[in-house]
């Protein structure tokens, strides 16, 4: 049983395309922790945006996953830097794109106690959220 999807397809304030894929069963589409959307995305702004002069960004969602994605990473930046401050103990997180460590990142830039920092190389790069004692970057 295949899942069938169509795009519904809006520009935003800021000139991106907003393509949402809708439909049912849409699992496939998005892959695990949306791989397969962002392939999805990045061939269709390759292919978009190929021989142009101007680029076009296109942003790609599915059933609302990258709020979904967005929330859930919130959520384990602010769990994990509870137990960095509580423990004292740096902790490195999986593998992640460039936006999801971005997400992290942000989502902790104002904490007290903690900065964060990214190792690694792609497709392997991690974040670093580390105890830093009353320093705040």
């Known amino acids: 049983m295949g899942a069938e999807a169509r795009p519904v397809i809006r520009m935003d ?3 991106t ?3 949402e ?3 049912r069963e849409l699992g496939g589409l998005i892959g695990r922790r949306g791989e397969t959307l962002d392939a999805i995305q990045q061939l269709t702004g390759y292919a978009v945006n190929h021989g142009q002069s101007k680029r076009v ?3 790609v969602d599915a059933e609302g996953y990258r709020a979904k994605r967005e929330e859930s990473l919130v959520r384990l930046a602010q769990k994990v830097a509870g137990k960095v401050v509580k423990y004292r103990r740096n902790v490195t997180l999986e593998p992640m794109n460039a936006y999801e460590r971005h997400v992290i990142h ?3 830039q104002e904490t007290p106690d903690i900065t964060t920092y990214s190792i690694g190389t792609e497709p392997n790069r991690r974040t670093v959220v580390a105890y830093s004692r009353g320093e705040h970057r």
């Open 13 to 15: 304030e800021n000139g």
């Open 17 to 19: 395309y907003q393509v």
């Open 21 to 23: 894929l809708v439909g």
């Open 57 to 59: 960004r296109i942003h």
């Open 106 to 108: 942000t989502a902790l």
